[in-house]
């Protein structure tokens, strides 16, 4: 079992440019978590999916941020004109159901310059 | 809505002296499940202590909390710290809503 798998690890941007980040969650899991990371805001929930339908995207900056999960085995977060602001390390976690342990990969630092 | 509090984002101990990082939470939902998450630098956060079962004891590698409904607390304790202890923790709520997490508790141990 390799873990929740996310690429790449390392990602810069310039300030209006897109980014794409790649999850790949431990199979047999039907729930997928995406996070953020920053030092001043701790870990932020973004949104997540069961089954492959998205549930919760609260946590979502709605205008430039996107989840999709179009099959069991990826989901992508999509972050369109990226700011400075949106530099951080972005977690994708994944878990049996929603009331199970998280099992978190090891983080996309997106660097926006 | 859910919500998850931890009041102290830094907690510096010396070694051998006993840890306390403090853990409430809010849900409307009774079927609560509590989490500690411990985050080591360049690692990913993984689960230290889970626990759904009022007034019930875990334990796990020197560390143990005990989820108290009737206060809405998971307080996480060790009895002498160690410095490889040194690292980020998460406390987490999940219920039937999102996961939330608290905002972590950094504990820094010196020698």
């Known amino acids: 079992n390799a873990g929740v798998i996310q690429t790449p690890r390392h990602k810069v941007t310039g300030k209006g440019q897109e980014a794409t980040l790649w999850c790949e969650p431990i199979s047999g899991h039907s729930a997928v978590f995406w996070y953020r990371q920053t030092i001043v805001q701790g870990l932020e929930f973004l949104t997540y999916?069961?089954?492959?339908?998205?549930?919760?995207d609260s946590g979502m900056p709605k205008e430039r941020f996107s989840a999709q999960m179009p099959n069991q085995s990826h989901s992508t977060l999509k972050i369109q004109s990226t700011q400075p602001q949106d530099s951080a390390v972005y977690l994708c976690?994944?878990?049996?159901?929603?009331?199970?342990?998280?099992?978190f990969g090891p983080g996309t630092r997106l660097t926006v310059l | 809505g859910d919500s998850v509090t931890q009041k102290e984002g830094l907690v510096t101990l010396t070694e051998g002296l006993p840890v306390m990082l403090n853990c409430t939470y809010q849900t409307i939902y009774s079927n609560a499940f509590l989490f500690w998450y411990v985050h080591y630098l360049n690692e990913s956060p993984r689960l230290l202590l889970k626990?759904?079962?009022?007034?019930k004891r875990t334990e796990h590698q020197g560390f143990h909390a005990t989820l108290h409904k009737s206060s809405s607390s998971f307080h996480l304790q060790k009895s002498s710290a160690q410095l490889s202890d040194s690292a980020l923790y998460y406390c987490?709520?999940?219920?039937?809503?999102?996961?939330?997490f608290g905002a972590g508790t950094k504990l820094s141990v010196k020698p």
């Open positions: 976690a994944s878990s049996r159901d929603n009331y199970a342990e998280q099992f």
């Open positions: 626990s759904s079962t009022d007034n």
């Open positions: 987490a709520l999940n219920n039937n809503n999102a996961p939330r």
């Open positions: 999916f069961r089954n492959q339908a998205p549930i919760d």
